[in-house]
């Protein structure tokens, strides 16, 4: 059984956690276009603003949440998930090289999954079926 406390939790950090996710999905079609060796996936593309915009939001909800005992862990697994996309984006911002946004894209990705294995109500799609388990 899931209190009221966690309940609150699970509500008011379902969105960030979505946003996480879709800020992970935008780092990977970017490493895509530029192992596809696409000019365009450079430090300057319209898709790492919008990624790093809707991080900002994420990484803010994650922050301020209130974080019931029953949600420690979880709530750990999205600060860690949070720090490493923001290696991601830092990476992404200096260079188009794929090995210094995958890496800490990855773990990113393991946290996110860490963190939907917590609580009910966060839904992950395996990363070995999307575009960046295949990139090595």
Excluded: N
């Amino acid at each position: 059984m899931i209190d009221d406390a966690t309940t609150a939790y699970i509500l008011e950090t379902r969105k960030p956690f979505e946003d996480l996710r879709q800020v992970s999905a935008q780092l990977a079609g970017l490493l895509v276009l530029a192992a596809a060796g696409s000019k365009s996936a450079g430090p300057h593309h319209p898709m790492l603003e919008s990624a790093e915009e809707l991080y900002r939001e994420a990484a803010e909800g994650i922050r301020s949440a209130r974080v019931p005992a029953r949600a420690r862990r979880h709530h750990g697994y999205l600060l860690a998930a949070a720090a490493a996309l923001r290696q991601s984006l830092t990476a992404a911002h200096r260079s188009p090289e794929i090995d210094p946004v995958l890496t800490p894209l990855r773990a990113a990705y393991a946290d996110l999954e860490g963190a939907a294995g917590e609580l009910p109500g966060f839904e992950m799609v395996a990363f070995a079926q999307g575009c960046c388990g295949r990139i090595a």
